[in-house]
């Protein structure tokens, strides 16, 4: 099982290429240029970057109606993409891994992971925390802005221990799919040890219907502290105070139901 498990990954032939890529036209919407950045004043520490290429250049996102989506030939995915915009395959369990540049990135080296690239599937799937099951399960502390369920993966993990929370993880993003519950995944390493995998599932009410692009909108990234910003003015005057507003009122009012899941099934 463990040796299944062994993903072949050379990050040094994974970035050379993603720089090469860069030289080449049309493959990116825009070169990456972050002109200002800083920490919102307050206790949340929000970190905010000026990006306007993103704003202006991204491609425009789609409006998400259904957690059970039908792949749809007409709109866009990722059959669609330009195969420059490959950087490399790598095999996970016999199911072939593709990653592939984002065109409209946020950092150096954003990537996307796409299994199974011509399968035709539709797309669905520094912080206090207070553990709520198992010794690695945690919900986000009261104060928060917001509301988020946190598994912990540690590196030392038996191969049995690891299913276990892959399953839990599985079955609780499929819990949020049938109850149509809006979620998005962001994963980063534990400041305090780099063995350690936090995967938060960000969860909301009601669907982010209206994108508004000149403005900044509510996602995984924005969720987890870091929000880009494409207008220059609104950079300038940006709170904490405006973002935890704008945070609360895309993610609607929390179910109990959300708790209740973890009260009965772990």
């Given at each position: 099982?463990?040796?299944?498990?062994?993903?072949?990954?050379?990050?040094?032939?994974?970035k050379?290429?993603?720089?090469l890529l860069?030289?080449?036209?049309?493959?990116?919407?825009?070169?990456?240029?972050?002109?200002e950045?800083?920490?919102?004043p307050?206790?949340?520490k929000?970190?905010?970057?000026?990006?306007?290429?993103?704003?202006?250049?991204?491609r425009?996102?789609?409006?998400?109606?259904?957690?059970?989506?039908k792949?749809?030939?007409?709109?866009?995915?990722?059959?669609?993409i330009?195969?420059?915009e490959?950087l490399?395959?790598?095999?996970?369990?016999d199911?072939?891994?593709d990653?592939?540049?984002?065109?409209s990135?946020?950092?150096p080296?954003?990537?996307?992971?796409?299994p199974?690239?011509?399968?035709?599937?539709?797309?669905?799937?520094?912080?206090?925390l207070?553990?709520?099951?198992?010794?690695?399960i945690?919900?986000?502390?009261?104060?928060?802005?917001?509301e988020?369920?946190?598994?912990?993966?540690d590196?030392?993990?038996?191969?049995?221990l690891?299913?276990?929370?892959?399953?839990?993880?599985?079955?609780?993003?499929?819990?949020?799919?049938e109850?149509?519950?809006?979620?998005?995944?962001?994963?980063?390493?534990?400041?305090?040890?780099?063995?350690?995998l936090?995967?938060f599932?960000?969860?909301?009410?009601?669907?982010?219907?209206?994108?508004?692009?000149?403005?900044?909108?509510?996602?995984?990234?924005?969720?987890?502290?870091?929000?880009?910003?494409?207008?220059k003015?609104?950079?300038?005057?940006?709170?904490?105070?405006?973002?935890?507003?704008?945070?609360?009122?895309?993610?609607?009012?929390?179910s109990?139901?959300?708790?209740d899941?973890?009260?009965?099934?772990?």
């Amino acid at each position: 099982m463990a040796a299944k498990r062994r993903i072949a990954f050379d990050l040094n032939e994974f970035k050379k290429k993603y720089c090469l890529l860069q030289n080449i036209p049309n493959v990116f919407a825009y070169n990456l240029n972050v002109s200002e950045s800083k920490y919102l004043p307050g206790t949340c520490k929000f970190y905010a970057e000026l990006n306007p290429e993103r704003t202006q250049l991204r491609r425009h996102p789609q409006t998400i109606s259904s957690l059970r989506p039908k792949f749809d030939e007409n709109m866009f995915n990722f059959k669609k993409i330009n195969p420059n915009e490959q950087l490399m395959q790598i095999t996970y369990n016999d199911i072939k891994v593709d990653m592939i540049i984002n065109r409209s990135p946020l950092t150096p080296f954003h990537t996307l992971i796409i299994p199974d690239l011509n399968g035709e599937h539709a797309q669905h799937i520094t912080i206090e925390l207070e553990l709520i099951s198992e010794d690695y399960i945690y919900r986000l502390h009261p104060h928060m802005p917001t509301e988020a369920i946190c598994f912990v993966v540690d590196k030392s993990d038996s191969e049995i221990l690891l299913d276990v929370k892959i399953k839990q993880i599985y079955d609780f993003v499929m819990w949020l799919c049938e109850n149509n519950f809006p979620h998005n995944i962001f994963m980063t390493k534990c400041i305090n040890s780099i063995n350690k995998l936090k995967i938060f599932i960000y969860y909301r009410q009601e669907f982010c219907v209206i994108k508004d692009l000149s403005y900044y909108n509510i996602a995984f990234c924005e969720l987890s502290g870091y929000v880009p910003v494409g207008d220059k003015s609104l950079f300038d005057k940006l709170t904490e105070k405006d973002v935890i507003e704008r945070i609360q009122n895309e993610s609607g009012k929390i179910s109990k139901n959300i708790y209740d899941y973890f009260n009965k099934k772990m």
